[in-house]
């Protein structure tokens, strides 16, 4: 399906004038993903015109204020705003009792079910029918995951040729073929969906980061990826300091991006020290040639392929 | 002293693309004090060019979201910056426990001293040299207070004819009159400051009243005001939900201002349902004059008088 990528705030842990604190929201279909919650997401969405209202997935990469305190504020609006779909929120250890003390200190009533799961270990976060969000241990200085949100694959294009051929009347038979029936026709021959159809389609694959030094699983997590949104705090010149904060520099970023062999490399969570970030992709196309500095509001579509 | 203010939010509950959640600044002198600190109010502040580093005194009206959500980040950010200044927080009852638990839930150190004050009543919430802060209980849906802001009254001009006059000898002893001494000279007259001066100088008094349905108790405590800033949710065609709601309108915000002789009234809090705020102006007009909207960053000056 068609994916809609905002950046919603492309700061590190300092906002500036130009840059929000961390969030991206994915619009696939009806529904909405957002990957972390830096504080004023709520206004951040309705800048960008992101849907309040929608089914909505959130995954917290990890507890830190930068990333997580937009959460109850958003959670509140959309009371306010009587919301009735339920959210689902995924985060690391301690989420729950995050959300339990705030609504508990600032007696907010939700108008809608909040479901909080805790993501203990790498695995499936979450499985529906055209997808699945998985996550995998990241390496900053608290818990904290990277989530990949993968499509399944759909089956391959319906060939009218090929249906033809095999003797496949016109008509209800065609449609039950696209649909993924098989079919016998009256002559005794067995029609599977995939003799009438192209190639098997792979769906979209984007991994989201969140904080964090280069880990060695990142490789086999992100790969193959359309799309990976890679934090990128510091510049090369930082690397001892991003080691000790838990941070990834553009040459790392790029390298990840490169043993992944992805399609694209977006890079976010920028210090407010860069007020121009050209440095940050100069660094980086030394490594690997797909990458930009993602700013506020920037948005990328990844559209229903053939 | 003089003083400059900031509106650094002026939304109601729900941000929009005009208006962040509530927080107010006021500087004055090498000091900075914040009534609310609503979502993103670090944020505003950078972009406002508030100051992080001054001595620096907040005060939160209600533990409501929109109202304190920006709080911790801004505390964080602080350490970030490597503030080493104390913080002086002052809140309802529950903001000691809301910051504890988020900063056991954020896992964030702090680089200066926070002390956290909670007001249970109404009085002098803090007192200095050259001013105090004062609390009262309003009326809202949870407990919630309104804050005076008040300078004590300074001495008189002084007024050299009048020490000619009384035979002060030019040089210290002027300086000593000035600066509260009272002198005897050489023929034994005694020379009070006040003999020597104009009236008594009277400070600015600025109040902040936080989320409230109008209260009896407002008029005396902003008495005489130089500055209300009064929270004005909805228009008066909506005063049945104000009152379900514990807000106030344009024509209460102006009769209080009106009972209460104060100078100026600045409207805040504005709900997201007014993209134009002349409505309220309008309305409160036909009460109280010198009444105007605030819009986020809207500056406003007293200067130090004569």
Redesign the interface.
């Known amino acids: 399906m068609s994916i809609k990528i905002t950046f919603l705030g492309t700061a590190g842990?300092?906002?500036?004038?130009q840059r929000?604190?961390p969030a991206v929201a994915m619009q696939r279909g009806n529904e909405l993903f957002l990957f972390d919650c830096g504080?004023?997401v709520?206004?951040q969405m309705?800048?960008a015109k992101t849907p309040f209202h929608k089914p909505m997935r959130i995954f917290i990469t990890h507890?830190?204020?930068?990333h997580?305190?937009?959460l109850?504020?958003l959670l509140?609006?959309m009371a306010?705003?009587d919301r009735q779909k339920t959210v689902q929120v995924y985060g690391p250890v301690?989420i729950v009792?995050?959300l339990r003390?705030?609504q508990e200190?600032?007696?907010?009533a939700l108008t809608y079910r909040l479901e909080v799961y805790e993501v203990a270990d790498a695995g499936v976060v979450c499985e529906e029918a055209e997808y699945r969000v998985l996550a995998v241990k990241s390496n900053h200085v608290?818990t904290s995951f990277s989530y990949a949100f993968v499509e399944k694959p759909r089956a391959g294009k319906f060939i009218p040729e090929k249906a033809h051929v095999l003797g496949v009347p016109l008509g209800a038979a065609w449609g039950k073929l696209q649909h993924g029936e098989t079919l016998t026709l009256p002559d005794g021959t067995v029609v599977k969906p995939e003799d009438v159809s192209g190639p098997i389609r792979k769906g979209w694959k984007v991994v989201y980061t969140g904080d964090t030094r280069p880990f060695p699983e990142f490789a086999k997590f992100a790969a193959g990826a359309d799309l990976v949104i890679h934090e990128c705090t510091f510049d090369d010149a930082l690397v001892d300091k991003a080691v000790v904060d838990g941070h990834s520099v553009p040459s790392q970023a790029a390298q990840d991006a490169k043993d992944a062999n992805v399609k694209d490399l977006v890079l976010t969570h920028i210090s407010a020290r860069y007020t121009d970030a050209a440095l940050l992709v100069e660094q980086a196309k030394k490594v690997f040639a797909n990458v930009r500095v993602a700013e506020d509001f920037l948005k990328i579509d990844l559209p229903l392929g053939e």
């Open positions: 842990a300092i906002p500036t004038p929000n604190l504080e004023a709520q206004r309705t800048l507890m830190h204020g930068d997580v305190l937009g109850p504020g509140q609006t306010l705003m301690g009792e995050f003390c705030l200190s600032l007696q907010f608290v």
